[in-house]
């Protein structure tokens, strides 16, 4: 392994979540972007040679189909892990599973993302909840956006010592908005087969202790999550209290109704005004003029931007892994500056 004071990154799969981490890859004064591979030889692979990025096939077979389509590749995956000290698995779910022994085998760290189990790492990540346990370990898995978001604001809840138990119900986006020309729903609303949802069950991979159950359902469109939330605390606290409770997390931004941030569509409007890369919300927005507290209950409701709340998780996950940084808070410190993260969204 290299100098780790500079990491070499790897980014397998360049989708909705894999640009986005080689791109905040790129952005951090301690790591680079050794190179991106991917399947493709459409605009998506076009895209990484125009970035200035280094393309490479999955495979021999893709790095020639490449070649064929006029694209430089610069060799395969395994050339690229050559090159690299941790990789980024943002292959779709379940094909990153099987990527697993090739990067043990070949001893690289690796990173999965939230579509695979918790299982193929044995380990499950949030930086404000458990940085600690994934230093110098071998791999670790990014929670998926909306188990992120619930593990983060549960954890500023349970730092305080407000936090009994937790209720959520989460409207969740219907698809990504560069292929809902292939999927997603109209005019009908999905619920989740099962209660719980696999969201809470999911926190606990990261947190054993959090008491959290979610319901979940399928909505017409594609901008981001909503969620809805009922906790039971630990007392009677006002509404002051618990508004600076979540102030002690970076990562939740409370955001105003009248501030005329109405809606997701005027949160993501924000965001391209803020000159935010693809427009990315990496915060929770929780609506502070909304929270409710009566006596020991608390109501409140968020926004998840899915495609972008695993980025910085997933920048920090590769310093714990590669234990440059011992301390979360550094890392988190440093992540936030890097992409423009600060208390206030307005
Ligand atoms: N999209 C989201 O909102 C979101 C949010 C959080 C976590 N995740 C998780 O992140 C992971 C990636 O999801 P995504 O939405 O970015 O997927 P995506 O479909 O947008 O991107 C996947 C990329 O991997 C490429 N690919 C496919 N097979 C490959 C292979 N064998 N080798 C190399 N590249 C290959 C595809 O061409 C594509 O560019 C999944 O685990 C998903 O559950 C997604």
Redesign the pocket.
């Known amino acids: 392994m290299a100098d780790l004071k500079h990491i070499r990154v790897a980014v397998?799969?360049?989708?909705?979540?894999?640009?986005?981490v080689a791109g905040a890859v790129a952005l951090q004064k301690d790591m680079s972007l050794a190179g991106v591979?991917?399947?493709?030889t459409d605009w998506?692979a076009r895209m990484v040679i125009r970035n200035g990025l280094r393309l490479f096939g999955?495979?021999e077979e893709?790095a020639n189909t490449m070649h064929k389509a006029g694209l430089d590749a610069a060799g395969t995956?395994d050339n690229l892990l050559d090159q690299a000290d941790v990789v980024v698995?943002?292959?779709?779910?379940?094909?990153?599973a099987?990527?697993v022994d090739t990067y043990r085998q070949r001893g690289i760290k690796f990173i999965?993302?939230?579509?695979?189990k918790h299982a193929a790492t044995g380990h499950s990540f949030v930086a404000e909840s458990n940085y600690a346990s994934a230093l110098g370990r071998d791999a670790t898995r990014?929670v998926?956006?909306n188990t992120?978001s619930i593990v983060r604001t549960l954890t500023a809840l349970k730092r305080a010592g407000l936090l009994q138990r937790a209720r959520g119900t989460l409207l969740r986006?219907a698809t990504?908005p560069?292929?809902s020309h292939e999927s997603g729903i109209m005019n009908t609303l999905v619920p989740e087969p099962e209660i719980p949802s696999h969201q809470g069950p999911d926190a606990q991979s990261v947190d054993p202790d959090l008491d959290v159950v979610t319901m979940a359902v399928k909505v017409p469109e594609t901008l981001a999550h909503l969620h809805y939330w009922s906790v039971q605390m630990t007392r009677p606290a006002s509404k002051e209290e618990v508004l600076d409770t979540f102030r002690t997390s970076s990562r939740i931004a409370l955001i105003n109704i009248g501030d005329g941030l109405v809606a997701l569509n005027t949160v993501k409007e924000l965001m391209a005004d803020r000159g935010r890369p693809h427009d990315n919300l990496y915060e929770v927005a929780l609506w502070a003029d909304m929270l409710r507290v009566q006596e020991d209950e608390l109501f409140y409701a968020y926004m998840v931007d899915?495609?972008a709340?695993?980025i910085p998780e997933t920048i920090d996950a590769i310093r714990a892994l590669t234990r440059t940084v011992e301390d979360a808070n550094a890392s988190i410190a440093r992540t936030n500056a890097s992409l423009g993260i600060e208390a206030r969204l307005v």
């Open positions: 397998n799969g360049y989708g909705v979540i894999g640009k986005r591979s991917d399947v493709v998506r999955a495979t893709h995956l698995d943002c292959t779709p779910k379940r094909i990153a099987k990527n999965l993302q939230g579509g695979e990014v998926s956006c992120t986006r990504d560069w292929e899915n495609q709340i695993v």
